[in-house]
């Protein structure tokens, strides 16, 4: 039996030598594990309850890797707020890839994990409050059925971080189905030889596309990978769509191959619904707006589709003709998927003429009316089972109507209806307000809201009495109105 169950393959670092540095995390002073996520853990096959707690955190400080792991560290570049930079992990290292039970390969990867040559001028540390929200957000979104990276555990180190006062040093190991980013392509293109970028495109294709190479039909790979890449892109936005989500730091850097949410920093849920709503506090021009996140994906789409024009034809302008007429599409495939979505928030089964304007009424209401997003849409969950709560007046009233004789118009029980909407309506997200406390509070030393926070997202679309406090949207004071990266 391997030790603790590890089952290392390691594919990365078989890609040509510029895409990656093979190097140690640093050695930290005293390490100290803050959590374990041990239903994760065990979903990998994994098991270490054989080892003290002191182990486990020298395991999960990199004091001490396990056998198989060949740490290394990624290069990759990426266009920050539309400026093209060189980037890299500048404070993560890999320990390689794990293949779990369902023969699933997934990536362990270390974030806090000192220098690399990577790094710049940063300092390679995380203080402990990111790392525990990247922990707490990303479980969320993995509860709330949308692709992301998980989070297997945080580490405090025992050494202070430098930010604008010292804070306590911290390392999370996170899980990803890859760390293949556009940046990285965006690196290959750039800074890589052309055998390079059909390498990373090959690979790329062969870890999460590979139902692309079972269709003969396909002639053009580089224009299926982008087509397939783009699918998944819009459904990720539109699941953030959804519920709210808002990532913050959509750079080219954090879009991932995979199609998963990746890298939590400034990232916030909406409140009250506005198309606006920006939280992060670098984010000064609104570029990573709620309602801008669509367009967003597109741009990125664009930067990937360019790093790929050379494999796509040797004739440049013929190549970009054929990217341009595939990426036309990202709009339509968006609007349809939204629609969709937003119809299945409202219970809709089929498509009628008058949906489309329908939704949007609504969120205009919710607009003007500062309606809490979640709220809105779980309160109509609720009433649609309960005829006589029709609102009394107004334009609510009309709308009310309008979307209970649409209702009528699904040919289906009622029932069917109201788990649709269930299904598609959390009433439980990590609220800004909760997610401050309790990191708050584990500055502090004391972890009690953090783990009732992850207990409350780990049944987000059931109504549970004793989260209430999970669901109610803010009181005006306790409004949070901006988030920090806090690297
Ligand atoms: P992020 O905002 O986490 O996506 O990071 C953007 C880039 O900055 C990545 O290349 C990171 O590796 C790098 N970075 C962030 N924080 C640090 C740090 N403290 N030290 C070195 N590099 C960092
Ligand atoms: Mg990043």
Redesign the pocket.
């Known amino acids: 039996m391997k030790k603790y169950g590890f089952h290392f393959d390691t594919t990365y670092t078989n890609l040509p030598d510029p895409f990656f540095t093979e190097l140690e995390p640093q050695k930290v002073e005293e390490p100290n594990l803050v959590i374990l996520n041990k239903k994760l853990s065990r979903s990998m096959g994994l098991d270490f309850s054989d080892l003290s707690l002191k182990k486990q955190a020298e395991l999960f400080s990199g004091n001490d890797l396990p056998k198989g792991s060949t740490p290394f560290s990624q290069a ?1 570049a ?1 266009h ?1 707020f539309a400026h093209f930079t060189m ?6 290292h890999l320990w390689g890839e794990h293949i779990m039970p369902n023969k699933q390969r997934v990536d362990i990867q270390f ?2 994990s000192g ?2 040559p ?9 203080p402990l409050s990111p790392m525990l929200r990247e922990y707490l957000i990303s479980e969320a979104m993995f509860f709330l059925g949308i692709p992301t990276t998980r989070s297997l555990a945080v580490v405090t180190t025992g050494e202070a ?1 430098m930010r604008e006062t010292p804070l306590p040093g911290a390392i999370l190991t996170r899980i990803a189905g890859s760390h293949i980013r556009v940046g990285t392509f965006q690196f290959a293109a750039y800074f890589c030889d052309k055998e390079a970028l059909v390498s990373l495109m090959d690979y790329t294709i062969e870890r999460h596309y590979s139902d692309l190479l079972d269709n003969v039909e396909i002639k053009n790979k580089p224009l299926a990978l982008i087509k397939a890449f783009m699918e998944r892109q819009v459904d990720l936005v539109v699941n953030w769509m959804r519920v709210g989500f808002i990532h913050g ?1 959509m ?1 080219t ?2 879009m991932t191959l995979s199609g998963e949410t990746i ?1 939590y ?1 400034p990232c916030a849920f909406m409140d009250q619904y506005d198309p606006d709503t920006v939280f992060s506090y670098i984010d000064q021009m609104g570029r990573y707006a709620y309602g801008n996140q669509p367009k967003i994906a597109e741009w990125n789409l664009a930067r990937f589709a360019e790093t790929l024009l050379p494999l796509i034809d040797d004739d440049r302008d013929k190549a970009i003709f054929l990217a341009e007429e595939l990426l036309s599409d990202f709009s339509d495939m968006y609007h349809l998927k939204w629609l969709r979505m937003m119809c299945c928030k409202l219970g809709l089964f089929g498509s009628y003429e008058g949906d489309e304007r329908l939704v949007l009424d609504l969120l205009t209401w919710m607009h003007k009316n500062e309606a809490d997003y979640t709220q809105t849409f779980y309160d109509l969950s609720e009433k649609t089972q309960c005829k006589n709560q029709v609102p009394t007046k107004g334009f609510f009233r009309d709308w009310y109507l309008r979307w209970q004789d649409r209702v009528l118009k699904n040919e289906k029980p009622l029932e069917d209806s109201l788990s649709l909407m269930k299904k598609y309506n959390p009433v439980v997200i990590p609220r800004n307000h909760k997610v401050e406390e309790a990191l708050n509070m584990a500055g502090t030393g004391d972890l009690d809201a953090f783990c009732e926070s992850l207990k409350a997202i780990k049944e987000p679309y059931k109504n549970i009495e004793s989260f209430k406090s999970f669901q109610l949207p803010p009181n005006p004071d306790e409004r949070v109105f901006q988030t920090f ?1 806090g ?1």
Request: with cysteine; proline share 0%; hydrophobic share 15%.
């Open positions: 990759y990426g920050q980037l890299g992990d500048g404070r993560a974030k806090g220098r690399t990577y790094s710049r001028g940063g300092d390679g540390k995380a971080v730091v750079n850097d954090n890298d920093g990266c690297t």
